[in-house]
């Protein structure tokens, strides 16, 4: 009994980040919200933000581990849940340049990353790392989870969170809007395989092309196989930052594997081979956007507008920079792969 009342306070750290994370699911389906192609991710760590600005200090100190078990631990398995959402099938229905895209734009975009965020803008290495991984992957899964390798501040998460909001939002609109021009001289297969591969967040792929026929589900799938390349990314990630602790710490430090990015591959393969009944995976798929939301949740309920200061506008500058590449250079990147297959 003794344990259980030491846990207790902790539990309703948990539960309040849970109260916080239905809140943001409900808000989420919104009509003016879900036009906006905000996913509950984003209006969890929104509405935590909000809180740690105005009513943060209220929250009991032994509450607090139950704030940071959702932004770590229930991170970690909503990483690996989120392998129920891609099938290797879906990968191979995209053909290589499906493949040849996402692989291209995710690498390019890191790579350009973290060379302009440290040499240009003079970012610390954390910082540079998440806001190029929002842009590159999957927008605020993929800044949590490689936050959750890093080992960094949950501040320089939600800064980098934001811009995945904002530049995202921006392509969701922007996207659309050029292709109806005609100026950009696609088919809607293309389109699609355009957008899949450069727009953030998989609910800004689905708003930006949904109106298009023939453009949507070319989109959707290009984009699983950049969140499918979370996996990869995660384990060199976690390989380079040994090689760098190596280099500038005087102890001994050992290779830390990001299992959940493992598990993410495992959970891929399972349902790659069609054994759950497909009920099962959408339950599973609706436990992760839960977990996912807490953990984006508790992420904004530790950050404060002091931390945002602290980080400056360098954040900003280097997004902006990584959403022109994505936006010209994922252009001529897709012409390159659609050319290549006639």
Known sequence: ???????????????????????????????????????????????????????????????????????????????????????????????????????????????????????????????????????????????????????????????????????????????????????????????????????????QVVAATGGIAGAGEVAVIVKMVRVMLIAPVLLALGWLTLRHKTRTENAGVRLVIPWFAVWFVAASAINSLGVLPNWLVQDLIGVDNFLLTMAMTAIGMETNVVKFRQVGPGPLYLAAALFLWLVFGGYGVTRVFAAMLG
């Open 1 to 203: 009994m003794n344990g259980l009342s030491q846990r207790a306070p902790a539990l309703h750290g948990l539960l309040f980040v849970a109260l916080f994370a239905l809140a943001a699911l409900q808000m989420a389906q919104f009509p003016a919200i879900s036009r906006l192609g905000l996913s509950p991710l984003i209006v969890g760590i929104l509405l935590g933000m909000v809180y740690a600005n105005t009513l943060r200090r209220h929250l009991p100190e032994s509450w607090v581990p139950g704030v940071l078990f959702s932004s770590k631990h229930l991170l970690r398995a909503a990483i690996i849940l989120y392998g129920f959402r891609v099938t290797f099938q879906q990968i191979a229905a995209v053909g290589w340049a499906g493949l040849g895209v996402s692989v291209t734009m995710v690498v390019s975009t890191l790579a350009l990353g973290v060379w302009m965020g440290t040499r240009l803008f003079k970012l610390d290495r954390d910082t540079a790392i998440l806001t190029a991984a929002g842009s590159a992957i999957c927008g605020a899964a993929a800044v949590v989870a490689t936050e959750s390798v890093l080992e960094s501040n949950p501040a320089k998460s939600a800064v980098a969170v934001g811009t995945v909001v904002l530049f995202g939002t921006l392509s969701m609109f922007l996207y659309p809007a050029v292709y109806a021009t005609g100026l950009l001289h696609l088919t809607p297969q293309i389109f699609g395989l355009y957008s899949g591969g450069t727009i953030h967040e998989v609910a």
